[in-house]
């Protein structure tokens, strides 16, 4: 795996854990010599990481559209700031780059980035691992509504398994090493 694309909060979260465990991700990511991928940004949850990665000697890749520039306060010290016009191209650019997708917290941005890189991976338009890192049981109720759309069948079984979560980024990171793609969504229906 050479690139992880995260996907996180801007803002740093009410607790000073959410940045301490983006640092430890970040540590993580540069020791393995992984590169990370991110929306470019220098506050919040992103710019913590991308600073960890970039204090550690790793690299940094930002994709962020030209309209959040100046909003967003894009990183002036990352390997590569790469600028585009939408969202739509942001996410586009982030995915072709990334061989795996990881979110840490964030709001709704955060999830409908995540969301799409899963239902994308549902389709089969990519065989990448994704994850959660779990940073103090964040993620806890998105999980629970997973199992929820599984049992009421809105979400098959094996794209439960789709979303690898855990609190440690070590751990994380070797499930993603471990991944087994599932085969291709399909439209069968049982009535």
């Not at 913590?48 to 962020?64: C, S, Y």
């Not at 794209?159 to 070797?174: F, G, Q």
């Amino acid at each position: 795996m050479k690139h992880i694309a995260v996907f996180c909060g801007s803002s740093v979260g009410a607790s000073q854990v959410y940045i301490e465990n983006a640092k430890q991700f970040g540590k993580e990511l540069a020791h393995r010599d992984i590169k990370l991928v991110y929306g470019g940004a220098s506050v919040g949850v992103m710019g913590a990481i991308a600073d960890t990665v970039l204090a550690e000697g790793g690299q940094v890749i930002g994709v962020m559209p030209r309209f959040l520039e100046q909003r967003e306060i894009s990183h002036k010290k990352l390997s590569k700031l790469i600028v585009v016009e939408s969202m739509h191209q942001r996410k586009a650019k982030m995915a072709e780059l990334a061989d795996g997708f990881v979110a840490l917290p964030g709001g709704p941005g955060t999830l409908e980035e995540f969301f799409e890189i899963f239902t994308w991976a549902q389709l089969g338009l990519h065989q990448k691992p994704l994850g959660l890192l779990n940073i103090n049981q964040y993620y806890d109720p998105l999980v629970e509504l997973f199992n929820h759309m599984t049992k009421e069948q809105f979400l098959n079984e094996k794209y439960r398994n789709l979303a690898l979560v855990d609190d440690e980024p070590n751990r994380l990171l070797e499930k993603f090493e471990a991944f087994q793609p599932p085969t291709t969504k399909t439209y069968h229906q049982k009535i």
